[in-house]
C-alpha cells in the first residue's frame, strides 16, 4: 500500500468507494464521474503505477485481472454477445492521460449513446 494513493485508500475502505467486486487481490467499483453508462473500475490491491511497471513476473495476475473483467462486466450491465460488449482501457503515463498513479482498468460499456467526456476513451 503506498500511504498517498487513492486508489490504495479505497481498496483499504479507507475511503468510501460503491464496491461491485473484492476478492484477496482485486477490487473493483463504480468511476465517481462515470463516461458511459457502465463505468467500472477494476485495480490489482497491490499497488502497481501503472502498464508500464509491469514485466513478465507480474503476467499471471494481469492475465487474471482481464479475466475477471469480463466477468464484472457482464454481471454489472453489459451485454453479452457481438451486439454488446464492453470497452477496456488502461491509460499509463501523462501522454496516456493517467490521473490516478494506481494501475486500474476502465471497464466502459452499456447502451449507446455514451457521454461525449472522452478522457478514458480518447
Ligand atoms: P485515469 O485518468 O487515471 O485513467 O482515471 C482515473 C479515474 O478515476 C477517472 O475516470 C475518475 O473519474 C476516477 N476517480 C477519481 N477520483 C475518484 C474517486 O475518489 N472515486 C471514484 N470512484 N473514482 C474516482
Ligand atoms: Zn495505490
Known amino acids: 500500500?503506498?500511504?498517498?494513493?487513492?486508489?490504495?485508500?479505497?481498496?483499504a475502505g479507507e475511503i468510501p468507494s460503491k464496491k461491485v467486486y473484492e476478492d484477496a487481490d482485486f477490487y473493483a467499483f463504480h468511476?465517481?464521474?462515470?463516461?458511459?453508462?457502465?463505468?467500472?473500475?477494476?485495480?490489482p490491491k497491490k499497488h502497481v503505477i501503472s502498464?508500464?511497471?509491469v514485466d513478465d513476473s507480474d503476467a499471471a495476475w494481469l492475465g487474471k485481472m482481464m479475466v475477471l473483467a469480463t466477468k464484472i462486466a457482464h454481471e454489472?450491465?453489459?451485454?453479452?454477445?457481438?451486439?454488446?460488449?464492453?470497452r477496456l482501457?488502461?491509460?499509463?503515463?501523462?501522454e496516456g492521460?493517467?490521473?490516478?498513479?494506481?494501475?486500474?482498468?476502465?471497464?466502459?460499456g452499456g447502451a449507446r449513446p455514451w457521454a461525449k467526456r472522452?478522457?478514458?476513451?480518447?
Open 51 to 53: 502498464m508500464q511497471h
Open 76 to 86: 454489472n450491465g453489459c451485454r453479452p454477445g457481438p451486439e454488446g460488449g464492453f
Open 118 to 122: 472522452a478522457a478514458p476513451a480518447a
Open 1 to 11: 500500500m503506498s500511504q498517498d494513493c487513492l486508489f490504495c485508500k479505497i481498496t
Open 31 to 43: 468511476d465517481i464521474n462515470p463516461a458511459a453508462p457502465v463505468h467500472i473500475l477494476l485495480v
Open 89 to 94: 482501457v488502461a491509460n499509463s503515463g501523462v
Open 97 to 108: 492521460g493517467q490521473e490516478i498513479d494506481h494501475l486500474h482498468l476502465h471497464i466502459l
